[in-house]
């Protein structure tokens, strides 16, 4: 025993934290050479310390630690072409994200006092749901309409009732939307109560002429194309997701995951459960993609971006998606809605 190291020392040594080195034991990535019986404490031999360092270094990078795991089973050669691959996603995400941060930056420097505006904006769109080619019932629902595209993907027995019951109370908003998407939300969860064991996930875009409001809760999805860009507006609230946060799981691992569609945040009755609700700037020749992971969990970002930029009007791409979806297999309903910002001449006081 003498020869092995204390948890605490060799956490020293490999630059790690006990906490962590218990975490690699539990996902079988480093098992410590021996555990007292009666206390449970872990010592680890001398020559573990170069995995273990590894195991350190590839998390800096921030490496997630299933795809660790697989590395460090590889031989050399094969284990640099894996690091390789890993950071040229990693390039290919974060340009993804400087994307994304200069939309946000141009939102906040476009917006201005509202006696400045000229013009106004409206939202031509265009939605349909689809049951698929496996499920025998549709518990999605998809809607385009005045000033609200909206998509929703019911469960349990009731579970379109809750998706519609979502897409109703965001008709007809009074007030800023902002505020009273969120009110409507909270009314349509305490009406989805009654319905037992149900719950949906929501998507909308909510439009009063002068704002843009996105309303979110669940895995179902919206997208921007914007300057033949294509960005993904909101961050799926589930299992999976979580883990990939956590770098326990990759993106390719997390989409063949089993418990894929197991959500941690719904519109399922529960008191508390709410939707993400915030307000975007629009710019005329936005397309904006709303979708089930019916269409998500089936067909690649490139194959949706491709969509989007060829189809001539919202119709055209919604049935393009749909049509899509089913060829894959269509092992899921299917909701889509797609909603183009048109500039408008402002009306004489």
Same mark, same amino acid.
């Given at each position: 025993m003498a020869e092995l190291l204390t948890i605490g020392a060799f956490a020293r040594l490999a630059e790690l934290t006990p906490k962590a080195? @218990?975490?690699?034991?539990?996902?079988?990535?480093?098992?410590? #050479?021996?555990?007292?019986?009666?206390?449970?404490?872990?010592?680890y031999e001398p020559v573990q310390l170069e995995r273990a360092r590894l195991v350190a270094r590839l998390r800096l990078l921030g490496m997630p630690l299933a795809r660790i795991t697989s590395?460090?089973?590889?031989?050399? #050669?094969?284990?640099?072409d894996e690091v390789a691959a890993y950071w040229a996603q990693v390039e290919h995400d974060t340009e993804s994200r400087r994307r994304l941060a200069r939309l946000l930056a141009d939102d906040f420097k476009g917006k201005e006092p509202a006696t400045m505006n000229t013009t106004v904006f409206g939202l031509s769109g265009a939605a349909a749901s689809d049951s698929g080619l496996v499920r025998a019932t549709n518990q999605d629902t998809a809607y385009a309409g005045p000033g609200l595209l909206a998509v929703a993907d019911g469960y349990g027995p009731a579970g379109a009732r809750a998706g519609t019951l979502a897409v109703e109370a965001l008709k007809g908003l009074t007030g800023p939307p902002e505020r009273s998407a969120g009110v409507a939300l909270e009314a349509a969860n305490r009406g989805i109560a009654g319905l037992g064991e149900s719950g949906t996930t929501l998507t909308a875009l909510v439009w009063s002429g002068t704002e843009l409001v996105l309303a979110h809760v669940g895995d179902s999805r919206a997208y921007l194309l914007r300057g033949g860009e294509l960005l993904?507006?909101?961050?799926?609230?589930?299992?999976?997701?979580?883990?990939?946060?956590?770098?326990?799981?990759?993106?390719?691992?997390?989409?063949?995951?089993?418990? @894929?569609?197991?959500?941690? @945040?719904?519109?399922?009755?529960?008191?508390?459960?709410?939707?993400?609700v915030s307000a975007r700037q629009a710019r005329p020749g936005d397309r904006y993609l709303l979708c089930s992971?019916?269409?998500?969990?089936?067909?690649?970002?490139?194959?949706?971006?491709?969509?989007?930029?060829?189809?001539?009007?919202?119709?055209?791409?919604? @049935?393009?998606?749909?049509?899509?979806?089913?060829?894959?297999?269509?092992?899921?309903?299917?909701a889509v809605a797609v909603g183009d910002v048109v500039q408008r001449p402002r009306k004489a006081d």
């Open positions: 080195l @218990r975490l690699y034991d539990e996902l079988g990535l480093l098992r410590p #050479a021996h555990v007292d019986p009666a206390s449970g404490y872990r010592y590395v460090c089973t590889l031989p050399p #050669a094969a284990a640099a993904r507006l909101t961050t799926d609230h589930s299992h999976v997701r979580t883990l990939v946060d956590e770098g326990r799981l990759t993106e390719e691992e997390a989409a063949a995951h089993p418990q @894929r569609a197991l959500l941690t @945040r719904a519109l399922d009755g529960r008191e508390g459960s709410s939707a993400d992971d019916g269409v998500s969990a089936v067909l690649p970002e490139a194959e949706i971006r491709r969509v989007l930029v060829a189809a001539e009007d919202p119709d055209a791409a919604v @049935r393009e998606l749909v049509a899509l979806a089913r060829r894959a297999g269509g092992p899921d309903n299917v």
